[in-house]
């Protein structure tokens, strides 16, 4: 699963661990998934993108393969 979360980070100025706090989970979590190692559970997704204030499908991308 391909995903924005680095990015939209940078563009907020949110370090993992800052993200991680807000949304309850920790830094090597959002670090996982940022590198496409973990899947975020649906609740996490929507903690993200509530976070962000965007739709979760902004954040994350199925891959050709999936």
């Known amino acids: 699963m391909k995903n924005r979360i680095k990015i939209e980070r940078a ?4 370090t993992q661990a800052e993200l991680a706090r807000k949304v309850g ?4 979590t959002i ?15 929507l903690k993200i993108s509530k976070i ?3 739709p979760v499908n902004v954040f994350f991308e199925l891959d050709e393969k999936e």
């Not at 563009?11 to 949110?14: D, E, K, T």
């Open 11 to 14: 563009i907020c100025n949110l």
């Open 25 to 28: 989970v920790s830094r090597q």
């Open 31 to 45: 670090h996982l998934i940022e590198k496409g190692k973990a899947i975020p559970s649906t609740v996490l997704a």
């Open 52 to 54: 962000f204030q965007k």
